[in-house]
Protein backbone atom coordinates (compact mmCIF):
# COMPACT_ATOMS: atom_id res chain seq x y z
CA UNK A 1 0.00 0.00 0.00
CA UNK A 2 1.53 3.28 -1.14
CA UNK A 3 1.15 5.81 1.80
CA UNK A 4 -0.09 8.97 0.13
CA UNK A 5 -2.25 12.25 0.71
CA UNK A 6 -5.56 10.86 -0.03
CA UNK A 7 -4.49 7.69 2.25
CA UNK A 8 -3.67 9.72 5.13
CA UNK A 9 -6.84 11.81 4.79
CA UNK A 10 -8.48 8.29 5.21
CA UNK A 11 -6.74 7.25 7.91
CA UNK A 12 -7.25 10.83 10.02
CA UNK A 13 -10.82 10.83 8.88
CA UNK A 14 -11.34 7.05 10.35
CA UNK A 15 -9.62 8.38 13.75
CA UNK A 16 -11.67 10.82 14.04
CA UNK A 17 -14.51 9.38 13.38
CA UNK A 18 -13.88 6.47 16.10
CA UNK A 19 -13.15 9.52 18.88
CA UNK A 20 -16.24 10.89 17.91
CA UNK A 21 -18.08 7.45 18.13
CA UNK A 22 -17.02 7.30 21.94
CA UNK A 23 -17.02 10.72 22.69
CA UNK A 24 -20.98 10.15 22.11
CA UNK A 25 -21.25 7.09 23.77
CA UNK A 26 -19.88 7.81 26.88
CA UNK A 27 -21.99 11.99 27.02
CA UNK A 28 -25.38 9.73 26.39
CA UNK A 29 -24.90 7.02 28.48
CA UNK A 30 -27.80 6.86 30.99
CA UNK A 31 -26.79 4.56 34.26
CA UNK A 32 -29.56 3.80 36.95
CA UNK A 33 -28.17 5.40 39.75
CA UNK A 34 -29.42 4.51 43.71
CA UNK A 35 -30.23 7.59 46.06
CA UNK A 36 -29.55 6.57 49.67
CA UNK A 37 -30.89 8.00 52.67
CA UNK A 38 -29.05 5.73 55.35
CA UNK A 39 -25.94 5.89 57.56
CA UNK A 40 -22.73 5.31 55.85
CA UNK A 41 -18.78 5.53 57.11
CA UNK A 42 -16.74 6.94 54.41
CA UNK A 43 -12.42 6.82 55.07
CA UNK A 44 -13.56 6.32 58.69
CA UNK A 45 -15.65 8.70 59.33
CA UNK A 46 -20.01 8.83 59.51
CA UNK A 47 -22.03 10.35 57.79
CA UNK A 48 -25.99 10.18 59.68
CA UNK A 49 -28.95 10.35 57.81
CA UNK A 50 -31.26 13.63 57.71
CA UNK A 51 -35.35 12.52 58.47
CA UNK A 52 -36.91 13.61 55.49
CA UNK A 53 -35.12 15.00 52.09
CA UNK A 54 -36.01 15.83 48.78
CA UNK A 55 -33.24 15.42 46.01
CA UNK A 56 -33.28 16.41 42.75
CA UNK A 57 -30.80 15.05 39.80
CA UNK A 58 -29.92 17.22 36.51
CA UNK A 59 -33.31 19.20 37.29
CA UNK A 60 -35.35 16.20 36.78
CA UNK A 61 -38.23 15.52 39.08
CA UNK A 62 -37.23 15.24 42.86
CA UNK A 63 -37.06 12.26 45.46
CA UNK A 64 -38.67 12.21 48.45
CA UNK A 65 -36.56 10.12 50.92
CA UNK A 66 -37.27 9.32 54.70
CA UNK A 67 -34.28 8.14 57.01
CA UNK A 68 -33.51 4.51 56.32
CA UNK A 69 -34.84 5.10 52.16
CA UNK A 70 -33.05 4.16 49.24
CA UNK A 71 -34.27 4.85 45.37
CA UNK A 72 -33.71 4.51 41.94
CA UNK A 73 -33.51 7.38 39.49
CA UNK A 74 -31.84 7.56 36.04
CA UNK A 75 -29.11 9.93 34.84
CA UNK A 76 -27.56 10.94 31.13
CA UNK A 77 -23.91 11.69 30.89
CA UNK A 78 -20.54 11.49 32.96
CA UNK A 79 -21.23 14.53 34.99
CA UNK A 80 -24.38 15.94 37.10
CA UNK A 81 -25.89 18.68 39.05
CA UNK A 82 -27.94 17.79 42.44
CA UNK A 83 -30.09 19.58 44.92
CA UNK A 84 -30.98 18.67 48.07
CA UNK A 85 -33.39 19.89 49.94
CA UNK A 86 -33.70 18.65 53.98
CA UNK A 87 -37.50 19.25 55.20
CA UNK A 88 -38.87 19.34 58.46
CA UNK A 89 -42.39 17.16 59.51
CA UNK A 90 -44.26 19.72 58.30
CA UNK A 91 -42.54 19.29 54.75
CA UNK A 92 -41.41 23.00 54.90
CA UNK A 93 -37.80 23.39 53.40
CA UNK A 94 -34.98 23.67 56.28
CA UNK A 95 -31.72 23.79 54.32
CA UNK A 96 -30.70 24.35 50.50
CA UNK A 97 -27.60 22.54 48.92
CA UNK A 98 -26.64 22.20 45.53
CA UNK A 99 -23.93 20.68 43.96
CA UNK A 100 -22.08 18.53 41.47
CA UNK A 101 -20.55 15.37 41.14
CA UNK A 102 -19.00 13.06 38.10
CA UNK A 103 -20.52 9.26 37.89
CA UNK A 104 -17.33 7.18 38.77
CA UNK A 105 -17.94 3.45 37.38
CA UNK A 106 -21.16 0.86 37.70
CA UNK A 107 -19.29 -0.19 40.75
CA UNK A 108 -20.08 3.10 42.70
CA UNK A 109 -23.71 3.36 41.22
CA UNK A 110 -25.19 4.85 44.54
CA UNK A 111 -25.35 8.22 45.41
CA UNK A 112 -24.95 8.90 49.40
CA UNK A 113 -27.40 11.77 50.58
CA UNK A 114 -25.86 12.23 54.09
CA UNK A 115 -22.34 12.32 52.98
CA UNK A 116 -23.06 15.09 50.16
CA UNK A 117 -24.70 16.72 52.81
CA UNK A 118 -21.81 16.43 54.98
CA UNK A 119 -19.14 17.45 52.71
CA UNK A 120 -17.57 14.05 51.74
CA UNK A 121 -14.76 13.84 49.16
CA UNK A 122 -17.06 12.15 46.74
CA UNK A 123 -21.05 11.21 47.50
CA UNK A 124 -20.76 8.13 45.24
CA UNK A 125 -20.42 4.55 47.09
CA UNK A 126 -20.52 1.23 46.14
CA UNK A 127 -23.89 -0.18 45.13
CA UNK A 128 -25.59 -2.55 46.93
CA UNK A 129 -25.44 -5.15 44.05
CA UNK A 130 -21.62 -5.19 44.38
CA UNK A 131 -21.15 -5.57 48.30
Known amino acids: ?6 NGFRIGLLVVLVLLGVYLYTSGKQHQMFVDNMAVEIEGKA ?4 ALVR ?8 LELASGDRDVTQVVGPRHTVKVEVLNESGDVVKTLEGEFRWVSTKKGMFSIPAFLG ?7 DSPGEE
Request: glycine letters at 12%; a negative charge; charged letters at 20%.
Open 1 to 6: MVFNRR
Open 47 to 50: YAPE
Open 55 to 62: AAFDGGEP
Open 119 to 125: GAPSPMI
